[in-house]
């Protein structure tokens, strides 16, 4: 299959919902998360999305070929890349703030926060697979990119 490419991209500009291609130019899924260091300019990889509701797999950046807008393509044959390990979210922290606010609001917010915080993205101190509330979230994310 030859397929034409476009124009190369920065890692910077891939998007959610991007298509991942293997080598041959069959498609793998959709981009999930893009992983490095923004400030760095450290890219590290990808979690694809290889179904709705799945489980994100991971391709590092040495197994991406190209970017270009709109598609990601891997080093990997479509056997390979069905191989790819299960992406786990990275381990999280907590941020405390000082409390020096009396307001009700402040208040209010800062228990909002925490609520979704512990339903969408809970604090975990070890890599995990995404529960699934994230990937339903990451779901919406990508279907409105």
Same mark, same amino acid.
């Given at each position: 299959m030859i397929t034409r490419m476009g124009n190369p991209v920065s890692w910077l500009a891939i998007q959610p919902g991007w298509k991942v291609l293997a080598a041959?130019?069959?498609?793998?899924?959709?981009?999930d998360e893009v992983t490095g260091d923004e400030r760095t300019d450290i890219f590290d990889g990808l979690s694809i999305a290889v179904s709705a509701l799945g489980q994100p797999r991971y391709a590092t950046a040495? !197994?991406? =070929?190209?970017?270009?807008?709109? =598609?990601?393509?891997?080093?990997l044959d479509h056997v390979q890349a069905e191989q790819l390990a299960q992406y786990e !979210?990275? =381990?999280?922290s907590v941020e405390i703030e000082p409390d020096d606010h009396d307001g009700l609001l402040d208040r209010v917010a800062a228990d909002v926060r925490q609520?979704?915080?512990?339903?969408?993205?809970?604090? !975990?101190?070890?890599e995990h697979p995404f529960n699934i509330w994230t990937r339903l979230a990451h779901l919406i994310r990508r279907q409105r990119s």
């Open positions: 041959d130019g069959s498609e793998i899924g959709e981009v040495e !197994q991406i =070929a190209s970017i270009e807008d709109g =598609a990601v393509r891997l080093t !979210q990275p =381990a999280t609520v979704e915080g512990n339903i969408v993205e809970p604090t !975990q101190d070890h």
